[in-house]
Structure formats: C-alpha cells, structure tokens
C-alpha cells in the first residue's frame, strides 16, 4: 500500500502549462504501475496517462496525446504529469493512483488514490 499526494494544480489560461506532482509514502513505490485520471463537475472519471514501474512504458489518452507528459522519478516517489497547452476541456480534478499492472486504463485495477488536484482553464 503506498499514501499518495497530489500538487501543483491551479488557474491557468488556455495555452498554459501546469506540472502536476504525486508524491507517494510507502514502501516498494518503484514496483508499482502509475496513472493519472480525471474528473470533470458531471462526468464519469476519465483515464489520462499511465506509466509501468520503471517509466519505460507510457500510455495516454487520445484526447492528451502530444500534449501531456508522464513521467516517474523513483529516487524521490514521485510521479509527474506535465500539461502543456491546456484546454478549457482539460479543467477537472486530478487524481493520481498506483497499481500493479502496467499500461492499464481501467481505474479498477488501480488500488491505491490520491485526494486530487484541482485543474481549472479558463479560455
């Protein structure tokens, strides 16, 4: 089991960049697979980027592709998510989330959670 903690969130402009970090407690953080997802005021939580244990394997969602960027420093336990260009569309909460298996997009198989960070883009 590992404690997750999200920062870095804010109020951007659309255009903007926001670097989100995930700062884990807990034993064996490099053995696990890391996601980020979303949760926008209405809707359904939303897959955003993964990486397997190592950073070697990373997977996004269409809708971040060439923009987001997932990333993993395990000397520190930390998990990064980079947001350049952002959209109003990107505003939502953000949660990051560990698990065991690498490359998935299924929030179930993620079992542990972050408290979230709030994203807001204005246009």
């Known amino acids: 089991q590992v404690q997750l903690v999200e920062s870095g969130g804010g109020l951007v402009q659309a255009g903007d960049s926001l670097r989100l970090s995930c700062a884990a407690s807990g034993r064996y953080f490099s053995s696990y697979a890391m996601g980020w997802f979303r949760r926008a005021p209405g809707k359904e939580r939303e897959f955003v980027a993964t990486?397997?244990?190592?950073?070697?394997?990373?997977r996004y969602a269409d809708s971040v592709k060439g923009r987001f960027t997932i990333s993993r420093d395990n000397a520190r336990n930390t998990v990064y998510l980079q947001m350049n260009s952002l959209k109003p569309e990107d505003t939502a909460a953000y949660y990051c989330?560990?698990?065991?298996?690498?490359?998935?997009?299924?929030?179930?198989?993620?079992?542990?959670w972050g408290q979230g960070t709030q994203v807001t883009v204005s246009s």
């Open positions: 990486i397997n244990w190592s950073g070697g394997i990373t």
């Open positions: 989330a560990a698990g065991p298996y690498s490359g998935s997009y299924n929030p179930s198989t993620y079992t542990d």
